[in-house]
Every structure is written in C-alpha cells, then in structure tokens.
C-alpha cells in the first residue's frame, strides 16, 4: 500500500490505460492526445495555417519564434527606406600634401554598416553557378536583376572552368574564378584555398544554384556573408542544410535545369520580392555584350571560311562528344548527325550556311558528308559563338546555347527539339524572340520533321526583305 500511495494521482489515466507498452499502437496513449477530441477534425487546418506561416518567415530553421518583421515598428530617415545609393566618394584635393592618397568609393567607414543593418544593403554579392555554358548563361537576368535591385554593387562569380567562359559576354561581373561547385570530391588545397579567399572578400551576399546538403551549406556557412541563399535537395539529403542558410530554394525535381529558360524562378523571385516603399523588380530578359576583340576574331575566322557579314547562316548542334556543344543539363537528347544538317542546309537559299564545330575532328566528318567547299568554323567558347551568330542572319540550332544566345542578340532562329514541352520550356514567347520552334513528334530528335524544318527556314527570307 506504501509503494502504490507513491504514484502521482496525475498518472492514472496512462497507467489504467488498457493499450499500455505491449501494443504497438502508441498513437492511440492517452499523453499523445489531449482530452477534447472535439477539434482532431481541425487538425490539418491548423497545420496549413502553421505551415503559411513558416513560409512568410526568412528562416524557420534560424528562429522558431521569429515572425517576421513587426509591422508597428517605426524608423528613423537614415538607411531605412528606398534601395541603396553608389558608394560615394571622397572628392580629391589638390592641396593635400599627400597626394598618393585617394580614398577609395565606400571608404566612409563610420556608416557603412547601417545600410547594411537596417536597410539590407549589398555592397559585395558572390554567386556560385553549378553546371556548365548553358546553365551560366542563364543566369545572367539574375546577375542584372541584382545590379538593378542593388545600385553599386559588384557581383564575382564562382563557376567551373567551362562556365567561366561565358562571363566574357557580361559586364556586370568584377571577378570570375574557376571552382567547380559539382565536384563532390574536391581536393582538400582547393577547398580551403577557396573557402580563405571568399571569406577575405567579405561578401554581403553568397547566392547558389547548386542543390545544397549539409556539406555545400557549410561551405557556404564559412565565407561568413550575411546572407546565404541557395537552392537545396528536395530530399533527405537537405537535412541540416537550413541551419547554416538564411534562405533556401526547393526545386521540383533533383535537376534544376529541367525547369529551361525559367529554371531559377525561385531565386528570381526572391531576388526582385519588394521592400516597404521599393516595388517588386522586373526580371530583365536575356541580353550579352560582346567585345571588339572578339568580333574581329571571328570575323577574321569565318571571312576565312568563305562567309561575308549579314550573309551566312549560323548551323550548330552536330553530333559531338566535346564539351563545347554546349548543351543544357535538362535536355541530353539535343544534338543531330552531319547528315541530317546536310540535309536541312541544303534548303537554304540566298545566304551560305556555316557549320560550327565544337572539335577539329569533326572537320572531316563534315567536308567528307557536305563537301570540301562547305563553311566550316571551329569554335568552343560562348564569346566567339555570340560573335559569329551577331554577324549572322539567323541560326538554325538543337537546344543547345546558340538558340540563347540567337534570342539574345535578337536574331532570327529555328530551334530544333526532341518534344513540344522542351520547347516550350527552353524558349518561353517563341514569335516575341523571332523564334520558330520545329518538334519531333516522337519525342526523339533524330525523328525529327525535316520538311517542317525546311518549311521554317522562309523566316530567313521575311527577314532579309525587311532588312
């Protein structure tokens, strides 16, 4: 009777329970559910209204009790409103006996930081691209996205050696160093060489497209930037991820590049998401300079092969196992034998078609398949690709970065593709671009329509009597 006094009058109910440890339904304990079962109907609604509300958080894995920015609380004028101003600049003065000195733009040191505090400026933003030409290319809308949302802020860049490349065609970018952010076993020098140089750069912001677990997260975590914003796994993999990130993205799919031409909508949207009295940013489409140089490399290379300015017409996506296809990780199935290219150049009236070749060796394939006479150009990099399709008057092209980069320069095209949903997704707006998109009906691209493709390439014609 001693020991039985001892039970706390509180614990009845669980030990009179008759579904105690042996059963194996524990869902059904008394402690697992409160007395009212009145509101289990409710259940999921709650857990909606739960859920809506962590989604309006900045991070629910930072602070569970964080609810967001309190709406009563009132600022000051200083850094509190409006998007932020170009770093100023001292103004020199000649009669300073040290005249060496000149200080550099944002050298006020006393309120640099309360812009960044207060106002969530971004003087330094560093973007870690995944994947290769294609991938990189588009993200350039978000590279002008964040010049437009952030004036004065320099943008570098961290990519793998082929995607590196294409940042020749964008001004926006101070630096471009070659990291490759897919390598999942990177060597332990480059590692931490990369990690010391990110974080002596003291950037505000660290935005990446790779999909992030734990490890890409802590790589992310020690270039300590205020804001680390990335992409992660839409999968367990992700678990632990959102403890070292301010923001994060989950993609539909393990492959962020089956999205096409809108593959970082998510981060776009972020990226341009308003702020008190600053509207919410436009994404800007796709453009690319290209410098003098380069024009006069590939006018020198395709003058060469017996092309003349405004006169040729630009083929590219040849069957080919070099990297320099230039293909998109969303569609593999993007590249067409020499003989069916014969076939569709044959077509073409009025203006020289130029082969493109991402390798020497398929020179030969091609002169033995077309002729000794054929204009063949050899190139494997995005910046001499853009320059010959700028003197070109259109592009005849698999889904590879020439249809892009056409669409860029705003040239007419003819984009050829394994489905009618790939077309629709790698080139959004077709007629607004001049673009006319020919699709296999079988879902493979060696099955694809020629005579519809032949029929396509009048757009050239309507151009040319325009121009």
Not at 118 to 129: A, E, F, P, T, Y
Not at 356 to 373: F, L
Not at 403 to 414: D, F, G, H, T
């Amino acid at each position: 009777m001693a020991t039985a006094s001892l039970h706390p009058k509180s614990l009845s109910p669980f030990l009179t329970n008759p579904l105690s440890f042996p059963s194996p339904h524990f869902s059904k304990l008394s402690f697992l559910h409160p007395p009212h079962h009145s509101h289990c109907t409710k259940r999921p609604n709650l857990l909606h209204a739960q859920q809506a509300i962590n989604n309006k958080k900045k991070n629910p894995w930072l602070d569970p009790f964080d609810d967001g920015e309190d709406p009563e609380m009132e600022y000051g004028s200083l850094f509190t409103d409006g998007k932020q101003d170009e770093d100023p600049r001292p103004p020199e003065n000649p009669d300073n006996p040290y005249g060496f000195l000149k200080f550099p733009a944002g050298f006020t040191v006393e309120i640099a930081s309360l812009g960044q505090k207060i106002r969530g400026d971004v003087r330094r933003c560093c973007c870690v691209v995944s994947g290769g030409v294609y991938e990189n290319l588009l993200f350039f809308p978000a590279i002008q996205l964040i010049k437009d949302r952030y004036p004065g802020v320099q943008v570098d860049i961290i990519a793998s050696a082929r995607g590196k490349q294409t940042y020749e065609l964008n001004k926006n970018v101070r630096w471009a160093n070659v990291y490759d952010p897919d390598d999942d076993f990177p060597e332990p020098a480059e590692y931490t060489d990369m990690v010391g140089l990110l974080k002596s750069r003291y950037y505000d912001m660290v935005l990446s497209t790779k999909l992030a677990g734990l490890g890409h997260a802590a790589f992310l975590f020690m270039t300590t930037a205020r804001d680390r914003v990335s992409y992660v796994y839409p999968n367990v993999n992700a678990a632990g991820a959102g403890l070292l990130l301010s923001e994060t993205f989950t993609p539909d799919s393990l492959n962020l590049s089956d999205g096409g031409y809108n593959m970082y909508h998510q981060m776009l949207d972020w990226l341009g998401r308003p702020f008190r009295s600053v509207p919410r940013q436009v994404v800007p489409p796709l453009r690319v300079s290209i410098s003098r140089k380069l024009k006069e490399v590939v006018e020198a290379k395709y003058k060469n092969a017996g092309a003349e300015k405004g006169r040729y017409i630009v083929i590219h996506g040849i069957e080919s196992d070099s990297k320099a296809s230039m293909q998109s990780r969303g569609d593999t199935d993007s590249l067409l034998p020499i003989e069916v290219w014969d076939e569709i150049a044959e077509a073409v009236r009025g203006f020289r078609p130029v082969f493109v070749i991402p390798h020497e060796k398929v020179r030969e394939d091609v002169e033995e398949v077309v002729g000794n006479d054929a204009s063949i150009v050899f190139v494997t990099t995005p910046g001499q690709l853009a320059a010959l399709i700028n003197d070109s008057a259109g592009v005849i092209a698999t889904n590879t970065a020439a249809i892009q980069l056409a669409n860029a320069r705003e040239k007419p095209s003819i984009a050829l593709f394994g489905s009618e949903e790939k077309g629709k997704l790698f080139v959004p707006n077709a007629e607004e671009k001049k673009c006319v998109i020919v699709s296999s009906k079988t879902g493979k691209l060696i099955d694809i329509d020629i005579e519809a493709v032949k029929r396509a390439i009048q757009i050239f014609d309507v151009s040319l009597a325009l121009a």
